[in-house]
């Protein structure tokens, strides 16, 4: 049964893998103009400010109970059906900001079509 259930946790993240690779636009591009492309190729990611790249790396899924987060170097982010949320910056007690350019606390990524 233990052997079943760790196959069956495998298979589930392979899956959620398949479907996460493509472009993310922000919901609102009146907020910034930043795009996420995943590829599954070498699990790359790559962030964009309008055409120019401003970072690249390997991307991590973290399953955790019914969530999935999607790890992107020093980025964290709930990945959920076709959409990433990232959490821009923080409050007074835990200081951060992953996006300066976005004034919007939670980013809204878009899986595109």
Same mark, same amino acid.
């Given at each position: ?8 946790? @495998?298979? $589930?993240?392979?899956?959620?893998? &398949?479907?996460?690779?493509? !472009?993310?636009?922000?919901?609102? &591009? ?6 996420? +492309?995943?590829? $599954?190729?070498?699990?790359? @990611? ?9 970072? +690249?790396? !390997? ?25 990433? !949320? ?7 007690? &835990?200081?951060?900001?992953? @996006?300066?350019?976005?004034?919007? +606390?939670? $980013?809204? @990524?878009? +899986?595109?079509?």
């Amino acid at each position: 049964m233990k052997y079943i259930l760790i196959i069956f946790s @495998f298979l $589930l993240i392979g899956c959620a893998n &398949n479907k996460i690779s493509g !472009i993310y636009l922000i919901s609102d &591009n009146k907020i910034c103009n930043e795009s996420i +492309k995943i590829e $599954l190729k070498k699990d790359s @990611f790559f962030i964009y400010e309008g055409v120019n790249l401003k970072g +690249k790396g !390997i991307y991590k899924l973290i399953e955790d109970n019914s969530n999935t987060y999607l790890q992107m170097n020093s980025i964290e982010g709930l990945y959920k059906r076709d959409s990433i !949320i990232i959490q821009n910056y923080g409050n007074s007690m &835990n200081e951060f900001v992953l @996006f300066s350019e976005c004034d919007a +606390k939670y $980013l809204y @990524f878009i +899986k595109q079509q």
